[in-house]
């Protein structure tokens, strides 16, 4: 087999190869063979049909197959000719067949670029310390009682820090809300057993203030100027009224900490005992919640390193996606208008493509070089817990569907990625920043 690679520019390459007539013609025979013992030809038993009949009989799709599998031995013994090229996708090949039976086959390979890796052993990170203080622990206690604070009815006027029960309906220049807009606003159309959890900086501004000395059975107009961050943008600026009928009024009740509170997540453990298991548990976050800062460091730190020439179809795809979610988060956000943030969000994704396709080609560089590869049983673990996460009831179709869906390999790039990070995480130098432990005291 004759091969033939050139370097282009833009992380490409030309592939020519020509396997021989000789070659090509033991496969074609192989593979005809292969249909000679299961083939049903009319007027003869299984297996018997002589090979002139077979190959007419079944002539596209044993071309097909031919074609197939000399690409696949093109392919692999290019690579096995050039250990040292890295590709990330063969491209759509030409091939033909010319008279005296050879095969040629010629594409355009898209490659990793070449660069020079960086020192990724012993990078500098600088994160808070992971130690629990008593007070991280009492903090989590009393956060657990809130979480299952109970709110009882009680006949008083409302104050801040209850929650208000109303009714309620909305108008903007005394009409409704959605005929002043003209279009459905959803929540603002009003409300019937809604509850208020009166706290400044709740949702709605104003409202909470307004309700303030309200008792059950009293009706009210509150008016609000709605915020510049509303999600309904036709309404910033304007005055909304609310006009409210109150229903219930409900007193917070915080639980004792004791442990009877924690009867039902820690059976029969003592205080002492759950005060241990909430420590350790706040110290396990802190170390995850540090590990994932020095990976968030290390690879801005890895970007920040080199810059190199990306494959650009590689950048035009995935910054695609990129300004898709970016796009999907603004519609999110109450953005109405496009016009005006498109062109910034797509420029803002192509620069941010290009320093995730960086850190991502010397992470695999890396990968390479540390001999950091993914077991089977690391795979089966990783699609199990995708299956899961899916709802998938049947995990063999599961798999199928992954194949389908061409996500194996990234599964595989997946595990890599995080492995290298763990091995640079571990190996990183890290300081302890005493700024961010009072920064974190202070809130």
């Given at each position: 087999m004759d091969i033939t690679i050139e370097k282009q520019a833009d992380c490409t390459a030309t592939l020519k190869a020509t396997v021989p007539a000789d070659a090509v013609a033991t496969l074609k025979d192989q593979i005809a063979s292969s249909y000679t013992s299961h083939a049903k030809i009319p007027g003869f038993r299984p297996g018997k049909a002589p090979k002139s009949v077979i190959l007419k009989r079944y002539e596209a799709a044993i071309e097909e197959e031919l074609v197939n599998r000399l690409s696949e031995q093109v392919c692999d013994e290019a690579l096995t000719q050039n250990p040292d090229l890295k590709v990330l996708d063969f491209g759509k090949a030409e091939t033909a067949t010319t008279d005296n039976g050879e095969f040629t086959y010629s594409s355009t390979l898209t490659i990793v670029p070449d660069f020079e890796l960086p020192e990724y052993m012993g990078i500098e990170v600088s994160v808070a310390s992971d130690d629990v203080t008593d007070a991280d622990v009492e903090d989590a206690l009393n956060q657990f009682a809130q979480q299952n604070a109970k709110f009882e009815t009680v006949d008083r006027a409302a104050a801040m820090g209850d929650v208000t029960v109303i009714d309620f309906k909305t108008t903007v220049e005394g009409q409704p809300t959605a005929d002043a807009l003209g279009k459905p606003v959803g929540f603002l159309e009003g409300r019937e057993g809604h509850w208020v959890f009166m706290e400044e900086d709740s949702f709605m501004p104003g409202l909470?203030?307004?309700?303030?000395?309200?008792k059950a059975g009293d009706t009210k107009d509150i008016t609000i100027t709605v915020p510049e961050n509303f999600p309904f943008a036709d309404l910033i600026g304007k005055e909304l009224?609310?006009?409210?009928?109150?229903?219930?009024?409900?007193?917070?009740?915080?639980?004792?900490?004791?442990?009877?509170?924690?009867?039902?997540?820690?059976?029969?453990?003592?205080?002492?005992?759950?005060?241990?298991?909430?420590?350790?548990?706040?110290?396990?976050?802190?170390?995850?919640?540090?590990?994932?800062?020095?990976?968030?460091?290390?690879?801005?730190?890895?970007?920040?390193?080199?810059?190199?020439?990306?494959?650009?179809?590689?950048?035009?795809?995935?910054?695609?996606?990129?300004?898709?979610?970016?796009?999907?988060?603004?519609?999110?956000?109450?953005?109405?208008?496009?016009?005006?943030?498109?062109?910034?969000?797509?420029?803002?994704?192509?620069?941010?493509?290009?320093?995730?396709?960086?850190?991502?080609?010397?992470?695999?560089?890396?990968?390479?070089?540390?001999?950091?590869?993914?077991?089977?049983?690391?795979?089966?673990?990783?699609?199990?817990?995708?299956?899961?996460?899916?709802?998938?009831?049947?995990?063999?179709?599961?798999?199928?569907?992954?194949?389908?869906?061409?996500?194996?390999?990234?599964?595989?790039?997946?595990?890599?990625?995080?492995?290298?990070?763990?091995?640079?995480?571990?190996?990183?130098?890290?300081?302890?920043?005493?700024?961010?432990?009072?920064?974190?005291?202070?809130?």
């Open positions: 909470s203030e307004g309700l303030v000395g309200s009224v609310f006009h409210v009928s109150v229903k219930e009024i409900r007193e917070k009740q915080v639980p004792a900490i004791d442990d009877e509170l924690f009867a039902t997540a820690l059976p029969g453990k003592t205080m002492d005992e759950i005060k241990d298991i909430v420590r350790e548990n706040l110290k396990q976050q802190k170390e995850n919640a540090n590990n994932e800062a020095k990976a968030d460091q290390i690879s801005e730190k890895l970007a920040d390193a080199i810059d190199f020439e990306l494959p650009e179809a590689l950048v035009e795809r995935e910054s695609y996606n990129v300004l898709q979610r970016k796009l999907y988060a603004a519609m999110q956000a109450g953005e109405k208008e496009f016009d005006g943030i498109v062109d910034k969000l797509r420029e803002e994704a192509k620069t941010e493509t290009r320093r995730n396709l960086r850190v991502y080609f010397m992470l695999q560089e890396v990968a390479r070089r540390e001999n950091i590869s993914v077991t089977d049983h690391e795979m089966s673990n990783a699609i199990m817990r995708l299956a899961q996460q899916e709802k998938a009831t049947n995990l063999k179709s599961f798999v199928k569907k992954l194949q389908k869906e061409g996500r194996i390999p990234g599964i595989r790039l997946s595990l890599i990625t995080s492995k290298v990070l763990d091995l640079l995480v571990k190996n990183a130098k890290v300081t302890i920043s005493e700024a961010k432990e009072e920064t974190a005291a202070a809130e």
